[in-house]
């Protein structure tokens, strides 16, 4: 068990090196440089931008900036291009920001596609199956920024009230209680469209494995013995169906970052993922690659998660 768990960690520090590597040269082959985007004077002359990418590191050798940049990135001193900002402190606003869209988010989308998919596979070809499957092939059709879009349009003309941002401008005076309730709304919004491709396509996956599961000779076995159908069902077929989803488990915590950039533009959510746009368009070249670091390492710790709980779950692997 032991050398099973030190063989995935050890593959997984060898691939986030090998990210780092690729990540880091792939920005460096994109056209441009930050020392002339930076400057917004038009009378800088080519020596004040040899100055300026001789101050961010931009005239060593790549195998020396890539060095002295994840030297940095690790320190706390790699600062922003576009601002001059530590890049961790930037990282960590922005992380916490996210978070709430990420846990309502996540506990919406795992909370109901079960029901929805265990439900539609046990009344098979009824009209909730046929509903469910309907619905769910049209959010997942239909783009993200559309289904916001159509949802700020519906929310303001219904309700009259304010949808962007984390807060509604100008209540800073305001009763606690009020603020509060007014901080929920707006999390309400972005966390629904948030959910709402996730619940589609887990609902669809639970629903196939749970009819692969009960057609199996070991579920008829059991319902010839007697067996109450909510045992059968949800003890010994849900137990059993529950196993793919382990590695999907494994991917939830990259969504912390690639998940919401186009819920977070649209909705004005100071958030990771309107970070990342935002030093895409500026050439922020620390965020950007400090953001794809992150990423991977969530990636790889999500992976890592699922074969640990591989081990625990199927005794194969601890053998």
Not at 68 to 92: A, M
Not at 280 to 289: L, T
Request: proline residues 6%; positive net charge; hydrophobic residues 55%.
């Amino acid at each position: 068990m032991l050398a099973f768990l030190k063989r995935s960690l050890w593959q997984r520090v060898i691939t986030l090196f090998l990210i780092s590597v690729i990540a880091f040269l792939i920005i460096h082959l994109a056209p441009g440089s930050p020392a002339e985007i930076c400057p917004l004077n038009p009378k800088f002359t080519h020596e004040d931008i040899e100055r300026l990418r001789e101050a961010l590191g931009l005239d060593k050798p790549l195998p020396v900036q890539y060095a002295l940049f994840y030297k940095r990135l690790f320190t706390g001193e790699l600062r922003s291009f576009k601002d001059g900002q530590p890049v961790l402190g930037k990282i960590w606003e922005r992380f916490l920001n996210s978070l709430p869209l990420f846990v309502v988010g996540t506990i919406l989308t795992w909370f109901l596609a079960f029901p929805l998919g265990i439900k539609a596979a046990l009344k098979r070809e009824s009209f909730f199956d046929r509903a469910t499957t309907f619905f769910a092939y049209l959010l997942i059709a239909l783009p993200a920024f559309f289904l916001a879009y159509l949802l700020i349009i519906f929310v303001v003309q219904r309700f009259d009230v304010s949808v962007m941002g984390m807060t509604t401008f100008g209540i800073e005076d305001a009763p606690w209680a009020f603020r509060w309730n007014n901080r929920l709304w707006h999390l309400l919004l972005p966390s629904i469209l948030g959910a709402a491709g996730g619940i589609a396509i887990l609902s669809r996956f639970v629903r196939s494995q749970m009819l692969e599961i009960i057609n199996q000779d070991y579920i008829r076995t059991a319902k010839a013995k007697g067996l109450p159908e909510d045992t059968v069902y949800y003890k010994h077929a849900l137990g059993n169906a529950l196993m793919p989803f382990i590695t999907m488990f494994g991917l939830v915590l990259p969504a912390l970052i690639g998940g919401s950039v186009i819920i977070e533009y649209i909705f004005a959510w100071p958030g990771m993922g309107r970070l990342g746009y935002e030093a895409i368009m500026a050439r922020d070249f620390p965020v950007i690659i400090s953001l794809n670091f992150i990423a991977a390492l969530l990636t790889l710790m999500g992976t890592f998660l699922s074969d640990i709980l591989y081990m625990l779950v199927d005794p194969r692997i601890r053998l």
